[in-house]
C-alpha cells in the first residue's frame, strides 16, 4: 500500500504586487503532525488555505498522492479543515449544525457525531443554538466538525484559541492519537505548549520563505 503524501513544489503565492509565499517546497508525510510558526502576515494562514484548496497558489503545484490539486482534482481528497474563525447556522444547535455536514457525504450517523462531541467536551452543550455559544465552544465545535469524519489529512489554524485548558490537553492528546493511526496533521500555532508536545516537524515562514527549523530554537 502507499502511503499518503502531500507535496508542495515551488509553490509561490501573490496578490497583485504583493508576495505573500515564495517557492515552498514541502514533503507531509502520514504519520507526522506539522508545525508552522511565523509572526502575523507572514502567511501561516495563506499557506494553510493552499493546501485545503480554498486559494489557487500563483505558481507550483500542491499534489495529493500523485493528482495535483485544481487539475487533476478540484478539492483535496479525506482533508478537514478549520481555519480562522469557525462559522455554522447560528439558529442551529451544536449537534444539528454537525447533522447538516455529515448528511453532505453520509460518511457517519448520529453515534460518531455523539462521540466526537463528548471527545471535545461539547456534548453537555450539543443542544444549545450555535449563536448561544462562547468563543471556546464554537472553537470547539470547529475541531469536532474536522474530527467527526476519521479524515486522513487534518488542518488547524490557531486550534486552541478561547478553548480551556483541560479541554485542549484533551484535544492535544486526541491529536496525537490522530497522528498515530496513519494520519497527516497540519497546525499553524502561537502557543509554546503546541509546538512542544504536538509537532513532529516545524517550519517558520519569514520573509516570504518556508523553512525548516529545530523548535529549542526559537525561545
Known sequence: MINLKIELRNVSKR??????????NIDFEEGQIYGFIGRNGTGKTVLLKLICGYMNATSGEIIFDGKILNKDINIPPSTRCLIENPQFLPYKTGYQNLKLLADILK????????????K??????????????SLG?????????????????????????GVEDETAQQIRNLLIEEKQKGKIIILASHIKEDIDVLVDILYQIKEHKVEKINSSCIY
Open 120 to 133: 471535545v467536551n461539547l456534548y453537555e452543550n450539543k443542544d444549545k443554538k450555535y449563536y448561544k455559544y
Open 15 to 24: 496578490f497583485k504586487r504583493n508576495i505573500i509565499l515564495e517557492d515552498v
Open 137 to 161: 465552544m464554537k472553537q470547539k465545535l470547529g475541531i469536532a466538525q474536522v474530527l467527526m469524519e476519521n479524515p486522513k489529512v487534518i488542518i488547524l489554524d490557531e486550534p486552541f484559541n
Open 107 to 118: 460518511l457517519i450517523g448520529k453515534k460518531e457525531i455523539d462521540e466526537t462531541l463528548k
